[in-house]
Nanobody
Framework: QLRLVESGGGLVQPGGSLRLSCLAS????????IGWFRQASGKEREGVSC??????????NYVDSVKGRFTVSKDNAKNTVYLQMNSLTPEDTAVYYC??????????????????WGQGTQVTVSS
């Protein structure tokens, strides 16, 4: 069974950090680009970051709102993708999802392009 499972969410104060994990089972991440999305209450799901592969190594992408604060990485041995989130603000509060898109490259943040989704993990930034 093909699954993605997110973990690492929680409650953090403004300015704090969290690291989310996305564990893949039933398939190898080598052949997929992995995107991170988030959905705040009452808002549409939005892309946050993506990590793909090339002959020269991993290729990462970030939306402007998280550049310089979030870092996406991948551990192929553990079949896991991470999203390190620093300098968190209340605007980062959302359910965070990881999703897998078959292919080596990140092609954007249209949810329909992604083949598999995790169940999400809640991130709440509040004092």
């Amino acid at each position: 069974q093909l699954r993605l499972v997110e973990s690492g969410g929680g409650l953090v104060q403004p300015g704090g950090s969290l690291r989310l994990s996305c564990l893949a089972s039933g398939f190898t991440l080598d052949n997929y680009a992995i995107g991170w999305f988030r959905q705040a209450s009452g808002k549409e799901r939005e892309g946050v970051s993506c990590i793909g592969s090339s002959d020269s190594g991993d290729i990462t992408n970030y939306v402007d709102s998280v550049k310089g604060r979030f870092t996406v990485s991948k551990d192929n041995a553990k079949n896991t993708v991470y999203l390190q989130m620093n300098s968190l603000t209340p605007e980062d509060t959302a359910v965070y999802y990881c999703a897998a898109d078959f292919g080596y490259y990140c092609t954007g943040y249209e949810p329909i392009e992604y083949d598999y989704w995790g169940q999400g993990t809640q991130v709440t930034v509040s004092s």
